[in-house]
């Protein structure tokens, strides 16, 4: 509060004429000799409080009126900002960031952290402004800064909430500074209030510095005595030792902590019932692996839990998957069976391949090609022609319109033998011909090795896409000794030559259907691709991508983005059914029975909670498991004074001064200076209501 | 009874204020009754010594003179006729002069009032040939005469009157106890006073002096301002009688004191219309002839 004429403040002692008055006269009372008193004495003294009270009463509204008269001449205006550069100091941005990640749960970090942010607020001068932020590995602006300190404790209140992210100091620290800058003011200060995670600060990040002129105060709720348990590295495995198709969950459970914890509780449940339990003991600092076997699964998504028991953080105790297990996809291969070396049949290596386990989702069956004729519409399944004979135009047609209708062909050709035959019956609706030439289109290899390699893979393709990673399988120890020289047509894609030049591998899309075009041989006939570890993890690559299949990941990390329209066309694929409307999708955590609410303009939400995540419309239904990120439960504490040196710049600080943008305009100065106008109103009122009482008593007393 | 049609006009009476300027308070006294008894020649029915009372049977020792000769004509038997002045009685005048009388708003003070009231009924009563005694009291009887009704006592009795100092506080029960062991006859007793003392109190002391068979008469005097208590300042009121202090509003506690004297007086009637004693307010403001007017219609009430 400022005035513009501040002299008029010698007109509150005129406030004082009326006290004088009444003591003056109180004083120089005459004396009067009455007979007795006896009768004035007893007049109760109830009445005579009340007529004092009155009186008062009157003398208070005077002396009111007075002073609000003066003050109104004082012409009060609020300038807060000039209030504070009078005390000798310019305003100040404080711009509080506090961690809401999953470690500040542990223990009271969460509470103390509030009190923090409440002690700051308060402390604030007049004329400062305050700004609220809360970070994780995102950061939210609760308040922008502002003098109003009362609406940063009430959103402090109502806002801030814990969530199961992690922590990241460099994004929050530059939405802080930006924030700080923003505010206009002579003075900023990022207010850090954290357990000061050493997981928090990125690689990243590291050469991130706050601009000059910011200043950081850490406020550091954490501790370096700490314990927590986590569960991480979770593998699900086919179950070797189970015929019938039950699954490994292997695991590890890791000691954040300082002290050793010994015989903790750990289970494993699906679908909400508990399988199995162990006990395990977790020295300080290590990691103990577990594993869990489970039964088979009916067809279906189950909802797979591993839990621990840990009091001190137990937002990580919990590891949730969602787990699909799906029917087996029936694969076909039509094959002649005196073609295979040694007397196995073609299929011999395939069958191996994708029969491999109850885990594979394939089961390969052997057809001729009289038999797949006599078959009848093929509807669902995958087709593998393995180098058998093209058929006659009623097969041809069958398999066009298994194709065109949405179905998945693999053509093997190990060499140009059946290239006439292949370039009059495939090549009138497959984008690819057999280039006969000599040798009955055999080909001899080019390299002196007398064999070719595979070379030009294209790893960014679904097909090769696992195996771009280093030590994820390698084609280079497959020698190929003869294959079919393909010729490719525009609509055809290569996804791997062999070191001739010549496409190995070729793909195409036939209307609804995709078809793939191997020039060399499913077994070894031709190759050695079969004896090689990526013939099978390739020929489950190739049926994945003829289905269409999307690997899912049985669990989400928090902050990953849930799309709930995708999840239930996914979904209905898989559970074949049709007619979603994906309008009425919504996504409902199902621990709290709270629906999500999606981002403005998105069709999509980023999950902020671990746990199970229920997405559905109306037919159909489906389910996200949502898990913290394992470095976040690691709690190790780090220095923050060592922290904040790593992130203070290294000019020298700004001065501080009062920003030009400070200065009100003209308007904004009337609209400040407006309040004498009220106090005048005030007067006006004060003095009508002394006039009506005053006669009022005047008339009660005659 | 017919009194009030045949009472005289107001404007006739003289002024308290103005009896304060003569000095004398025989003449005084002789001035209001005079004046009084003027205006009651104009009712021959008033007046108690001269009027004709009743005959009785004549017996030895009565005085023969007294035999109404004309009657024994008729009737051959001796009657004497007799009047009511021959119905002589003594009065006592006894007069409050604590320090509460000394009180005046309006240039006579209720002592001066009281002294002029008590010396006309006593010259009043002298003249009927009623013997008069005189006592004045504060806490304890500071003057007394007793009722004689010989030549020259009635000097003594204004004598005493007009020598009468406010002394001390009031005191009722105690006083007018003493009082009432001094009185030989029972008579006429005229308190005049300004009864400030507990209402209890007060009544004690009154009904002491009825206890032998009295009349009582109260004069209760009070000033103008006592009675309105127009005072329009804030002042420090003191008690005359006790020194205590008060600050006092007066625009504060007016209707509550006004409330509490009128409770007061109407307790005062109340009680003495119980006890069969006259009692009257008298406003200092009034004249001095009007109040025995009113006094003497009350008495020929009884008579």
Not at chain 1, 94 to 106: F, K, Q
Not at chain 1, 190 to 215: C, M, N, T
Not at chain 2, 58 to 85: A, L, M
Not at chain 2, 249 to 260: D, G, V
Request: aromatic share 8%; hydrophobic share 40%; net charge neutral.
């Amino acid at each position: 509060m400022n005035f513009v004429t501040p002299l008029f403040w010698l007109g509150a002692f005129a406030a004082t004429v009326p006290i004088l008055l009444h003591l003056i006269r109180r004083e120089s009372a005459q004396k009067v000799e009455f007979p007795t008193l006896m009768f004035l004495r007893r007049i109760s003294k109830r009445i005579i409080r009340y007529q004092k009270l009155r009186h008062l009463l009157l003398l208070l509204m005077r002396v009111l009126a007075l002073l609000l008269l003066a003050l109104a001449f004082m012409r009060p205006y609020r300038d807060r900002p000039r209030v504070a550069a009078a005390s000798g100091e310019p305003a100040t941005a404080h711009v509080i960031l506090l961690d809401n990640s999953m470690s500040m749960a542990h223990e009271d970090r969460w509470a103390r952290a509030r009190d923090a942010v409440a002690a700051i607020v308060r402390g604030a001068r007049t004329g400062d402004k305050v700004a609220l932020l809360e970070f994780s590995d995102r950061t939210s602006v609760l308040t922008l800064p502002a003098t109003d300190f009362a609406a940063v404790l009430g959103q402090l209140e109502r806002d801030p909430q814990l969530t199961d992210r992690a922590t990241r100091y460099g994004q929050a620290l530059r939405i802080a500074e930006k924030s700080a800058l923003d505010a206009g003011t002579g003075k900023r200060v990022i207010h850090l209030i954290s357990d000061f995670q050493k997981s928090g600060w990125a690689a990243d990040e590291s050469d991130f510095r706050l601009g000059p002129g910011v200043e950081l105060q850490c406020t550091d709720v954490g501790s370096d005595s700490f314990s927590n348990l986590a569960i991480g590295d979770v593998q699900v495995l086919e179950n070797d030792e189970d015929a019938a198709g039950g699954l490994k969950i292997r695991f590890s459970v890791f000691n954040f902590g300082a002290e050793d914890r010994n015989a903790v509780r750990v289970s494993l449940s699906v679908d909400d019932r508990i399988l199995s339990e162990k006990r395990v003991d977790t020295p300080k600092g290590e990691v103990r692996g577990l594993e869990f076997s489970t039964p088979t699964l009916i067809a279906g998504m189950h909802r797979v839990a591993l839990e621990l028991e840990d009091g001190r953080l137990t937002r990580d105790n919990r590891f949730t998957m969602t787990l699909q297990a799906r029917t087996k996809i029936p694969v076909i291969s039509v094959e002649s069976p005196g073609r295979g070396m040694a007397g196995r049949p073609p299929s011999f290596f395939l069958a191996n391949a994708l029969n491999i386990s109850a885990l594979s989702p394939y089961r390969l069956s052997a057809v001729t090609v009289p038999e797949f004729e006599s078959m009848g519409a093929i509807t669902g399944g995958l087709l593998i022609w393995n180098n058998a004979p093209a058929g006659g135009a009623a097969v041809q047609k069958k398999l066009q319109e298994y194709v065109k209708g949405g179905g998945g062909l693999i053509v093997v050709l190990p060499d140009g033998a059946r290239a006439p035959e292949f370039n009059r019956l495939f090549a009138s609706w497959l984008p690819v011909r057999i280039e006969a030439e000599g040798n009955a289109g055999r080909q001899p290899a080019r390299s002196s090795e007398g064999y070719a390699l595979l070379t030009d893979l294209r790893i960014d393709h679904p097909i090769f896409q696992p195996f771009s990673a280093p030590h994820a399988g390698t084609f280079t120890g497959a020698r190929f000794f003869s294959h079919a020289r393909l010729a490719v047509s525009p609509e055809g894609q290569i996804l791997a030559r062999f070191d001739s030049g010549d496409p190995a591998l070729v793909a195409a899309d036939i209307d609804k259907g995709r078809v793939l075009v191997f020039a060399s041989s499913a077994d070894d006939a031709t190759n050695d691709l079969p004896v090689k570890a990526v013939y099978a993890p390739f020929w489950h690559q190739m049926l994945r991508h003829l289905e269409n299949f999307r690997h899912e990941k049985p669990w989400m990390d928090v902050g990953d983005t849930i799309a709930p329209r995708k999840l239930l066309v996914e979904a209905a694929v898989r559970q074949g059914k049709g007619n979603l409307d994906l309008n009425q999708a919504i996504v409902v955590m199902d621990s709290r029975k709270e629906r999500v609410s999606l981002a403005p303009g998105s069709d999509a939400v980023a999950v902020e909670l671990a746990g199970y995540y229920e997405v559905r419309t109306a037919s159909l239904n489906t389910s996200v498991a949502v898990n913290p990120v394992l470095r976040e439960s690691d709690l190790a504490h780090g220095n923050p004074e060592e922290m904040a040196a790593g992130w203070m710049s290294t000019e020298a600080a700004a001065p501080a001064v009062v920003s030009p943008d400070e200065r009100p305009t003209a308007e904004e100065q009337e609209k400040r200076e407006r309040l004498w106008r009220y106090l005048l109103l005030g007067v006006l009122i004060l003095l009508i209501f002394e006039g009506l009482l005053s006669n009022h008593f005047i008339l009660r007393t005659g | 009874m017919q009194a009030h049609s045949t009472a005289p006009q107001p404007t006739r009476f003289i002024d308290p204020v103005t009896l304060t300027r003569i000095s004398n308070l025989e003449l005084v006294a002789r001035t209001v009754v005079e004046g009084f008894i003027s205006g009651l020649h104009r009712s021959p029915r008033l007046g108690f010594s001269v009027n004709f009372a009743e005959y009785r049977h004549y017996h030895p020792g009565d005085d023969i003179r007294r035999i109404d000769w004309k009657v024994f004509g008729r009737t051959d038997r001796f009657y004497v006729k007799e009047y009511e002045g021959e119905t002589n009685t003594g009065i006592n005048l006894i007069l409050d002069c604590s320090r509460s009388m000394a009180y005046g708003s309006r240039g006579i003070t209720k002592l001066e009032y009281g002294q002029f009231l008590t010396a006309c009924l006593g010259y009043f009563a002298f003249n009927q040939r009623d013997s008069v005694g005189f006592a004045a009291y504060d806490d304890r009887i500071q003057e007394y005469v007793p009722a004689r009704g010989s030549v020259g006592h009635l000097n003594t009795v204004l004598h005493a009157i007009e020598r009468l100092q406010p002394k001390d506080r009031s005191r009722f029960a105690l006083p007018l106890e003493n009082v009432a062991e001094r009185l030989r006859r029972r008579g006429i007793v005229v308190v005049v006073s300004d009864l400030y003392d507990e209402f209890d109190q007060v009544m004690t002391g009154l009904r002491n002096l009825a206890f032998r068979g009295n009349d009582i008469v109260v004069f209760h005097v009070l000033d103008p301002a006592e009675l309105r208590f127009d005072f329009d300042k804030s002042a420090q009121f003191v008690d005359m009688e006790t020194g205590d202090k008060m600050h006092v509003i007066p625009e504060y506690l007016r209707q509550e004191y006004l409330r509490l004297i009128r409770n007061q007086v109407a307790a005062f009637e109340t009680e003495c219309q119980k006890d069969r004693m006259d009692y009257m307010l008298i406003d200092t403001s009034q004249p001095l002839d009007q109040a025995l007017y009113t006094y003497l219609v009350r008495r020929s009430q009884l008579y």
